[in-house]
């Protein structure tokens, strides 16, 4: 190599030294800021494990401490004047019309009920059975004229002013809606249609158990003054499990004061 050839070089390699030197000096702030950058953000975030990292979703229109809201009961879900309502009020100040028959009565152990009360009837009757009470139906649907029949022979036998307090005028019957039983005592039945059956097995049975099965006991001693009779421990009237179940829960009973229905021990028109 010429010594002109070799000045020529190393003047170039000092030119490419010097143009590297450069760019190493313009680009070092930049790297230098992101690592520092980075650095600080690890400094600062703490490792968070999963469980902690994810939050379940709030509702925002309720403090998160407060309770789900109870679910209200509507007494007004059914009619309390239509014949065929599970709730109609049939009492001295509230009368059927004289025509008024179920059109879809069923039979069950020799009585005639309305189709929705056959099934718990049923399961009623089975249940005491099964636990040892001898609990009997003696009678379902009754007509009106069945029930003018009823209420005169009662009157005939125990005068006017005992049959106002036990039985019913024809037309003012529960037993005309297929809604209502009397039941009876297996074990006792010379209690049958008295006073003394709510002493009876069947008729201790039946307040503790009937609301179970959709029944109420219609006529006691904390309702005569609203519902007009004297107490029947086994006239029972079925409304459904799920109004019974309010009854029991709310300690309300008779429906007159449940449904917002007129009672009283005076007939409508006198």
């Known amino acids: 190599m010429t010594p002109s050839r070799g000045r020529r070089l190393v003047v170039a390699l000092a030119a490419v030294a010097a143009l590297l030197a450069g760019l190493a000096v313009a680009l070092w702030p930049r790297v230098d800021g992101a690592l520092t950058v980075g650095t600080a953000l690890e400094r600062t975030q703490d490792p968070k494990p999963w469980a902690a990292a994810l939050t379940a979703p709030t509702d925002p229109a309720r403090p998160a401490d407060a309770a789900p809201p109870t679910p209200t009961f509507d007494l007004a879900q059914h009619s309390t004047t239509d014949p065929l309502s599970p709730w109609v009020v049939v009492n001295k100040q509230h009368a059927l019309p004289a025509e008024h028959v179920p059109p879809d009565l069923v039979d069950v152990e020799g009585v005639l009920v309305r189709a929705a009360v056959a099934p718990d009837l049923t399961a009623m009757l089975a249940t005491a ?28 036998r125990r005068g006017f002013a005992h049959a106002e307090r036990y039985s ?59 519902t007009g009779y004297a107490p029947e421990g086994w006239h029972l009237r079925w409304v459904g499990r799920e109004l019974t179940g309010w009854l029991t829960a709310n300690g309300v009973t008779s429906l007159e004061e449940a449904l917002g229905v007129t009672g009283g021990p005076e007939y409508a028109g006198g």
């Open 129 to 156: 059975r099964a636990e040892g009470v001898a609990l009997e139906v003696g009678s379902g649907y009754r007509s009106y004229a069945a029930q003018s029949a009823t209420r005169a022979d009662i009157e005939a």
């Open 168 to 226: 019913a005028r024809p037309g003012h019957s529960e037993h005309q809606t297929g809604l209502a039983v009397d039941v009876e005592s297996g074990s006792t039945p010379s209690c049958d249609l008295q006073t003394c059956f709510a002493t009876t097995p069947e008729g201790t049975w039946v307040a503790q158990r009937g609301a179970e099965f959709g029944f109420v006991v219609r006529y006691t001693e904390q309702n005569t003054a609203v």
